[in-house]
C-alpha cells in the first residue's frame, strides 16, 4: 500500500519488497455499492473465515523461516491448507498459502484490512491476487492469499541476485497486458473501482508469469452520477502518483492510467519511479524520459540495455508511445483502459512478425539476457532456482483511511 502525504509530497522510497482475457465482466460476480458497516463488508464477501489456531497450524506458529516479506501491515507468511476444508495441513503438501498478519504494533489499521476484504472478497478475475479468508478473531486480523511462486514484478525489474533473471521483452509486455486487464476490469466494473495504489511492487506474478493485481487496501469507489471525481486525502507511493490528484485529491480512473504509466516506463527502462541513486537530474523516471519519449530518434535511449535485440524499433516505438499518452499532464489526454489493453494486445510478441534477423535474436535473448552476455548465464528464467525468495506488497506507514 501506500503513503499519507498531508501538504506536500515526503521524500521516501519506493518500496523495495512486493508480494506481495479480457476486461469483461464476465470472470467476475458484480459488485455492488460498497457496503460501508464491518457487518455489512464481511456478511457480503465471498471469503471463508478461517481460525487463528488453523493459520497457526498452517504456518507452522508463524515461524520466522516461513517469513515472505514484511511491511508497515505486518508479516506475511507462508502456509498450507487442505484446498477443500481449508484445514492446516503439513508442509509441502496441500494448498500454498500467503496469510498476511497485521502487526498490532505497526502503522497499518483495522480500516485497511476490511477495505482489502471488501474489494477482493467481491471481485474474481484472472489479473486480481485472489484472497481466499480472513480470520477476525479478538485482536488478531489475518488475511488468506493464493501463493504467487514468481512473487512480484518489482523483485524481477530490480533485483539483481540469481533468483531474479531480467525480464526478457516478451515477458513484460505479457505482464504489461494482463496488469492492464486487471485495472481494465476494475474500472469497467458496475461499481467503478479505483486501485489508487497500482505500481509494481503491487502486480504479482503466477508460475507462468501470469500478473494478478495486489493490495487493496487503499482503492475507492469511483466517482458515481454526475461527479466527475471522488475527494480523497491524497495517499499513495511517490512517483506514481498523478499530478492533478497530488495538487487537489481529486481521484478519478485516469489517475490509475497515470499510475500504469509510471509502470510502463518502469518495464521499459528497467529505472526505478524514484531513484535516489541515479545522478541529478535522473533521480525521476518521469522527469527524465519524457524528453526522450516525444522524440522519435531518441526514444532507445530510455530502453532498459539488457533487452538489446529482443524488440523491433517499431514495437519499442508503440510501447514508449503507450507509456507517453498514458503519463499526459492533462488527464483528458490519457486512454482509458480499454484502449490501453488494445494497444498492449498489439504489442505481444509473435515471431512471425518479426524480421527473420530478429527472429534469431529473440530466441536468442528471450530469457532476459542480451547475446553479450557470458554462455554460462544464458539459462531460461524458467529454469530459476525452485527455492525464490517471495517478497510481499508493503503496506501503507499510514492506518487513516481517506
Same mark, same amino acid.
Given at each position: 500500500m501506500g503513503i499519507c502525504w498531508s501538504n506536500k509530497i515526503k521524500s521516501v522510497s519506493p518500496s523495495n519488497t512486493g508480494?506481495?482475457? *479480457? *476486461? *469483461?465482466?464476465?470472470s467476475s460476480s458484480s459488485m455492488p455499492i460498497t457496503p460501508r458497516s464491518e457487518g455489512e463488508i464481511l456478511q457480503s464477501c465471498n471469503l471463508s473465515s478461517i481460525s487463528f489456531s488453523e493459520l497457526k497450524n498452517a504456518t507452522r506458529n508463524f515461524r520466522p523461516d516461513s517469513v515472505l516479506g514484511d511491511g508497515g501491515f505486518g508479516s506475511v507468511f507462508k502456509g498450507w491448507i487442505d484446498e477443500s476444508t481449508l484445514i492446516a495441513t503439513k508442509a509441502g503438501s496441500g494448498m500454498v498459502i500467503a496469510v498476511k498478519r497485521l502487526n498490532q504494533d505497526g502503522f497499518q489499521g483495522h480500516k485497511e484490512w476490511l477495505t482489502e476484504i471488501n474489494y477482493l472478497g467481491q471481485l474474481q478475475h484472472p489479473n486480481l491476487v485472489k484472497l481466499i479468508g480472513y480470520c477476525l478473531e479478538d485482536e488478531h486480523r489475518l488475511l488468506v492469499y493464493e501463493f504467487m511462486p514468481k512473487g512480484s514484478m518489482e523483485n524481477h525489474l530490480f533485483r539483481r541476485s540469481t533468483h531474479f533473471q531480467p525480464l526478457s521483452w516478451t515477458l513484460r509486455m505479457k505482464i504489461a497486458l494482463g496488469a492492464a486487464k486487471g485495472l481494465a476490469f476494475l474500472h469497467n466494473a458496475e461499481q467503478q473501482v !479505483?486501485?489508487?495504489?497500482?505500481?509494481?511492487?503491487?502486480i504479482l506474478l503466477d508460475s507462468n508469469y501470469n500478473a494478478k493485481l495486489a493490495d487493496f487496501g487503499l482503492a475507492r469507489d469511483g466517482p458515481t452520477g454526475d461527479k466527475s471525481h471522488v475527494s480523497t486525502r491524497v495517499i499513495g507511493t511517490q512517483g506514481y502518483a498523478a499530478p492533478e490528484y497530488l495538487a487537489t485529491g481529486h481521484l478519478t480512473a485516469k489517475s490509475d492510467i497515470y499510475s500504469f504509466g509510471v509502470v510502463l516506463l518502469e518495464m521499459l527502462s528497467g #529505472?526505478?519511479? !524514484?531513484?535516489?541513486? #541515479?545522478?541529478?537530474?535522473?533521480?525521476?523516471?518521469?522527469?527524465? &524520459?519524457?524528453?526522450y519519449l516525444v522524440d522519435k530518434r531518441r526514444v532507445l535511449r530510455v530502453i532498459d540495455p539488457r533487452l538489446e535485440g529482443q524488440y523491433s524499433f517499431n514495437r519499442a516505438q508503440k510501447a514508449a508511445n503507450l507509456a507517453l499518452e498514458c503519463l499526459s499532464t492533462d488527464s483528458k489526454y490519457r486512454p482509458d483502459m480499454n484502449e490501453v489493453v488494445t494497444t498492449l494486445e498489439q504489442l505481444q510478441d509473435t515471431t512471425k512478425n518479426m524480421p527473420k534477423g530478429t527472429q534469431k535474436e529473440h530466441h536468442a535473448t528471450s530469457n532476459g539476457l542480451s547475446n553479450n552476455a557470458p554462455r554460462s548465464h544464458r539459462s531460461s528464467t524458467n529454469d530459476a532456482p525452485n527455492r525464490v525468495t517471495v517478497n510481499y506488497p508493503r503496506p501503507s &506507514?499510514?492506518?487513516l483511511f481517506a
Open positions: 508480494y506481495n482475457g *479480457s *476486461s *469483461s465482466k464476465a !479505483i486501485h489508487r495504489d497500482f505500481k509494481s511492487a503491487n #529505472r526505478r519511479a !524514484i531513484d535516489r541513486n #541515479r545522478p541529478t537530474g535522473e533521480h525521476n523516471l518521469v522527469e527524465w &524520459a519524457k524528453p &506507514a499510514n492506518p
